[in-house]
């Protein structure tokens, strides 16, 4: 059976396999239902004592790691929380379900349209609320996609299991925390003080002490202190994570409630949030499962487990814990409870818009080598993000690098393109800096590791390749995106789309009949890699350049013009790529007004006659990051430094 057939039939079965079985085995061994409390941080790696870090000051959850068992190899589906969180609420990774960009909504300055949930996909937790559970909420979702009126009892900022109206109702309730959120690293020492003021003395860090910052920061005193903050926040978490488990103590419900520790993703700083590099998806993973709830010994107490386990993996492995059937449509495993398949060999993670930026990676990891693919390298590691930077680590990177003082773990992240295929071995190279991928040596590795990240794709059904604009039209034409590779009329696209894409990135003078061939597809979406491709070879590909101008003026697809447009900068023929830029510009679908305002971005000073045309734009009411590429272009075009939303 091909991949793409193992995909379709994913879909085609997925309602029926959900069929539930409250309890199973488990109910005949107990008298009552264990409750199960989440408690989740944001942008936290496995900083903790019990993962031998040893700055930090972590009592409680070390204490809970005692009591259960750690993962050693948890692993997020993304960098970034949104994306992750759609996959951890489903089961599903948001490359399949189409929520893979950060925000796929684009939380508007008016409005926001998050990706539309298909019907036969359920929130995890509504399986769980039909068997009788209390589900709460507090408080965030930021799912990617509307919020279920079955998914939970309460999701608000006072939803708590105690509210549940009977106290031998078992419940599952899920408490957030921010305050280990990037923001809160660079925040403003008021409330920074507010996060960590039932620290003692002898809990707070010293900068000058820390002896494990990563070899791709500068070790300056600002950097320092980001990251004495940081192991600070961390001391915070650790005093709010002891009042979750207080709560269920002093309930007299410790010995009947399952709890699970984790993180969205990996530290929110510098070349870690947002990347799918260890930094950036490596999390803590805890779980404590009381003993009469234990199934083949699992969860023993001080237990490290190695294993490898995807964030993908924490909805069934819920449901397996409960008794309830896993739906066929969910692509992670259970790691718990009774009846597992085998563990798995590799963990999979996608990186794709992040706010106002395209960029689209995929990282593939075994328990030794991490292997990533770039898709788009001729773009910049740090393409400029308003949130991102926010970052003191990022100003200090740019700082140094203008200065010619960064060494060289830190300046790699500094060039204006990135290798194809990067390749690390994580045993003896933990922060992934000497990459792996030329030396023959690990040929046979890369190989190994790149057929992998191929057959992901396509088992999958990965979205990423399919540009934003044309995600949504397939969305409003399938009534979803999830849906979009099983339609009769895209059979075999994603084989052409992929056959395309993989060389369009970094091509060669060959693949220019490959390129003009796919010209001619019906798919916009092959067009515009095609033309992503030619522009790439603009000097060598100067042949053609009336094929792309019929794409530029009479394409039915803006971004395919888009595309054609960039050719054509590529060859320095602005004055035919501008008015399509400008008009696009101001189209009605918001993406393509990004892909437009991205294009005169990375033209820089060229884009200087069309001034009026990028502050029109600041205007924009309905998609936050239009104005943000649009202020960036102005300020490197005015030199100015407006700051907008």
């Not at 990135?418 to 992934?432: A, C, G, I, R, S």
Request: aromatic share 10%; proline share 6%.
């Amino acid at each position: 059976m091909t991949k793409r057939r193992q995909f379709l039939k994913m879909i085609a079965g997925g309602t029926a396999a959900a069929t539930l079985s409250p309890w199973k085995n488990l109910q005949a061994r107990v008298k009552s239902r264990p409750n199960i409390l989440w408690i989740s941080t944001e942008d936290i790696g496995p900083h903790l004592g019990c993962y031998g870090d040893p700055h930090a000051i972590t009592p409680t959850l070390d204490g809970l790691a005692a009591r259960g068992v750690h993962y050693k190899n948890a692993f997020t589906t993304s960098g970034v929380c949104a994306p992750n969180r759609s996959s951890i609420i489903t089961g599903v990774y948001p490359t399949t379900l189409g929520t893979h960009p950060m925000r796929t909504g684009g939380s508007g300055v008016e409005r926001s349209n998050p990706a539309k949930l298909p019907k036969n996909v359920r929130f995890f937790t509504e399986y769980i609320r039909d068997a009788g559970y209390y589900c709460t909420n507090n408080a965030k979702t930021d799912y990617q996609v509307n919020t279920p009126d079955d998914a939970w009892d309460e999701s608000s900022k006072t939803a708590h299991w105690k509210n549940r109206s009977h106290s031998d109702t078992p419940f599952f309730a899920v408490f957030n925390y921010k305050g280990t959120h990037e923001g809160s690293v660079r925040s403003d020492p008021e409330r920074f003080a507010r996060l960590t003021q039932r620290l003692t003395p002898d809990q707070r860090q010293d900068a000058d002490q820390l002896t494990t910052l990563p070899p791709f920061h500068p070790d300056t005193p600002i950097v320092r202190r980001q990251w004495e903050k940081y192991y600070e926040l961390l001391t915070g978490l650790d005093y709010w994570v002891q009042d979750r488990l207080e709560e269920v103590e002093q309930a007299g419900l410790a010995d009947d409630t399952i709890v699970v520790f984790w993180s969205d993703h990996g530290t929110g700083m510098t070349r870690c949030k947002r990347w799918t590099y260890d930094s950036g998806t490596h999390i803590p993973l805890i779980v404590y499962i009381p003993e009469k709830y234990r199934t083949q010994n699992q969860a023993q107490p001080g237990t490290v487990d190695e294993q490898l386990v995807s964030s993908l993996d924490l909805p069934p492995t819920m449901l397996n814990l409960l008794g309830l059937d896993i739906p066929g449509y969910m692509q992670g495993r259970a790691f718990l409870g009774p009846d597992l398949s085998p563990e798995r060999d590799y963990v999979y993670a996608a990186r794709d818009r992040m706010d106002e930026r395209y960029d689209i990676i995929r990282m593939v990891r075994d328990k030794r080598y991490l292997y990533l693919r770039n898709y788009e390298p001729f773009k910049p590691y740090y393409q400029h993000m308003r949130s991102a930077e926010k970052d003191p680590v990022i100003k200090e990177l740019r700082r140094l690098h203008s200065q010619g003082k960064l060494y060289p773990a830190a300046e790699q992240f500094m060039s204006d393109h990135k290798p194809v295929e990067e390749l690390y071995d994580t045993q003896n190279d933990p922060h992934q800096i000497y990459n792996l991928a030329d030396d023959p040596q690990y040929q046979d590795v890369l190989q190994r590791l790149r057929k992998e990240h191929y057959d992901w794709i396509f088992r999958t059904g990965d979205l990423g390749l399919i540009p934003e604009p044309e995600l949504v039209e397939y969305e409003k034409q399938y009534g979803d995106r999830y849906s979009i590779w099983s339609q009769p009329e895209n059979q075999g696209m994603l084989e052409r789309l992929h056959a395309v894409a993989t060389v369009a990135g970094h091509p060669h003078i060959t693949d220019i009949p490959l390129f003009i061939h796919a010209l001619d597809d019906e798919k916009a979406s092959v067009r515009y890699w095609a033309l992503i491709g030619l522009g790439n070879l603009a000097d060598k590909a100067s042949y053609i350049k009336e094929r792309v101008l019929d794409h530029l003026k009479t394409d039915r697809s803006a971004i395919v013009r888009i595309a054609a447009a960039r050719y054509l900068d590529m060859l320095g023929e602005y004055d035919t790529a501008l008015p399509v830029l400008v008009q696009e510009l101001q189209n009605q679908q918001e993406w393509v007004r990004l892909y437009a305002a991205i294009e005169l971005d990375r033209i820089n000073e060229q884009a200087r006659e069309v001034i009026p045309h990028l502050k029109q734009a600041l205007q924009d009411k309905h998609n936050k990051y239009v104005v943000r590429v649009a202020n960036n272009a102005l300020n490197e075009l005015l030199g100015t430094d407006n700051m907008v939303r």
